[in-house]
C-alpha cells in the first residue's frame, strides 16, 4: 500500500517516509497507527526491491486486471495502443561522471519537440471506453514503438487503434485474421508521398477515436506525476511502470465505481 501511494502521487522512497510521518491519510490507508513506526526510506527501498527480484509487479497486474473483468469494467471494444517516454534516473552518456549512464536506457526523439529524451518508453493498450490499461512493456526509449505492439494486443477486443508508427500489412492481416478490426492510421511513402483524400479522412477519423489515449499520459504525468524512471536498469524501469499502471488503474476503477 505504501508503494501504491509513492506511485499514486510521484514520491521517492525518501519523499513516501516523511509523507507517512506527516499525513493522517496516507497512514490510514496504509494501515499504521498513530503510535505506529513509520518505514524508514531504506525499508522500503528493499521491499520494492525484492517485489521486483520475485517477479510479482507483473503477477499483481494481471490479479488486477482479472478483478476488474470480474467486475465488468473492462468494455473490450477497442484497445488504443500508444508509448510515451520517460527520462532516464542518470545523465546521457558524455554529460555525467564517467560510467554514471544507465546502459540499457536510450534516446527517444520527442513527438513534435526538437531534441531526444534519454531514458526508457512505456508502451500501453488502453481499453477504449473505460480508460484502464490493459497491457503494459517497458523498453529502452530507442526501441521503435511498433516493435513491441503485437504484445499490447490482447486479442478480445473488437477493434485496435493506433497512429501510423504501428501500422504494418503484416500486423493488419494478422489482426484480420483474428477477426479484430485494424484501425491503423496510414503514412505516406516514397511511392505514395502524399494520401489520398480516403485515407486521410481514414486517419481523422481514428484520430479522433484514439485521442482518449492522451488523458491516461496526462494523468500519469500530470496528476501522478510519473515523468522519470527512479532506478537504473531496465527490469527496474519495468517494474516502476507496472506499478504506475497498478495504481493508475486503481484511481481510475474508483473513478468508475463512484
Same mark, same amino acid.
Given at each position: 500500500?505504501?508503494?501504491?501511494?509513492?506511485?499514486?502521487?510521484?514520491?521517492?522512497?525518501?519523499?513516501?517516509?516523511?509523507?507517512?510521518?506527516?499525513?493522517?491519510?496516507?497512514?490510514? #490507508?496504509? *494501515?499504521?497507527?498513530?503510535?505506529?513506526?513509520?518505514? $524508514?526510506?531504506?525499508?522500503?527501498?528493499?521491499?520494492?526491491?525484492?517485489?521486483?527480484?520475485?517477479?510479482?509487479?507483473?503477477?499483481?497486474?494481471?490479479?488486477?486486471?482479472?478483478?476488474?473483468?470480474?467486475?465488468?469494467?473492462?468494455?473490450?471494444?477497442?484497445?488504443?495502443?500508444?508509448?510515451?517516454?520517460?527520462?532516464?534516473?542518470?545523465?546521457? =552518456?558524455?554529460?555525467?561522471?564517467?560510467?554514471?549512464?544507465? =546502459?540499457?536506457? *536510450?534516446?527517444?526523439?520527442?513527438?513534435?519537440? =526538437?531534441?531526444?529524451? +534519454?531514458?526508457?518508453?512505456?508502451?500501453? *493498450?488502453?481499453?477504449?471506453?473505460?480508460?484502464?490499461?490493459?497491457?503494459?512493456?517497458?523498453?529502452?526509449?530507442?526501441?521503435?514503438?511498433?516493435?513491441?505492439?503485437?504484445?499490447?494486443?490482447?486479442? $478480445?477486443?473488437?477493434?485496435?487503434?493506433?497512429?501510423?508508427? +504501428?501500422?504494418?500489412?503484416? /500486423?493488419?492481416?494478422?489482426?484480420?485474421?483474428?477477426?479484430?478490426?485494424?484501425?491503423?492510421?496510414?503514412?505516406?511513402?516514397?511511392?505514395?508521398?502524399?494520401?489520398?483524400?480516403?485515407?486521410? /479522412? +481514414?486517419?481523422?477519423?481514428?484520430?479522433?477515436?484514439?485521442?482518449?489515449?492522451?488523458? %491516461? #499520459?496526462?494523468?500519469?504525468?500530470?496528476?501522478?506525476?510519473?515523468?522519470?524512471? /527512479?532506478?537504473?536498469?531496465?527490469?527496474?524501469?519495468?517494474?516502476?511502470? %507496472?506499478?504506475?499502471?497498478?495504481?493508475?488503474?486503481?484511481?481510475?476503477?474508483?473513478?468508475?465505481?463512484?
Amino acid at each position: 500500500k505504501a508503494l501504491l501511494v509513492s506511485s499514486l502521487y510521484g514520491l521517492s522512497e525518501r519523499e513516501l517516509e516523511a509523507a507517512l510521518l506527516d499525513r493522517l491519510s496516507f497512514r490510514r #490507508f496504509v *494501515g499504521l497507527g498513530l503510535e505506529e513506526a513509520v518505514p $524508514d526510506h531504506t525499508v522500503l527501498n528493499r521491499f520494492r526491491n525484492e517485489l521486483v527480484r520475485l517477479g510479482l509487479f507483473d503477477r499483481l497486474f494481471a490479479e488486477l486486471d482479472r478483478q476488474l473483468e470480474q467486475a465488468g469494467v473492462i468494455l473490450k471494444r477497442g484497445a488504443m495502443l500508444d508509448a510515451t517516454g520517460l527520462e532516464a534516473a542518470s545523465a546521457p =552518456p558524455g554529460r555525467g561522471a564517467a560510467g554514471a549512464a544507465d =546502459p540499457e536506457a *536510450g534516446f527517444a526523439k520527442r513527438t513534435g519537440k =526538437p531534441g531526444a529524451v +534519454y531514458g526508457y518508453k512505456a508502451h500501453v *493498450g488502453v481499453d477504449e471506453g473505460s480508460g484502464l490499461i490493459r497491457t503494459v512493456i517497458a523498453t529502452p526509449g530507442n526501441v521503435n514503438d511498433t516493435t513491441p505492439a503485437d504484445g499490447l494486443i490482447r486479442g $478480445d477486443e473488437r477493434a485496435v487503434m493506433a497512429d501510423a508508427a +504501428y501500422h504494418t500489412h503484416a /500486423r493488419q492481416a494478422r489482426l484480420a485474421a483474428a477477426g479484430v478490426k485494424a484501425r491503423l492510421m496510414r503514412r505516406a511513402n516514397k511511392h505514395h508521398p502524399e494520401l489520398p483524400p480516403r485515407l486521410k /479522412r +481514414y486517419n481523422r477519423l481514428i484520430a479522433r477515436r484514439r485521442a482518449a489515449v492522451e488523458t %491516461t #499520459f496526462a494523468t500519469l504525468k500530470n496528476r501522478m506525476q510519473f515523468t522519470r524512471i /527512479r532506478y537504473r536498469g531496465l527490469v527496474k524501469a519495468a517494474a516502476q511502470i %507496472t506499478l504506475c499502471a497498478i495504481a493508475f488503474n486503481l484511481r481510475r476503477w474508483a473513478a468508475i465505481a463512484g
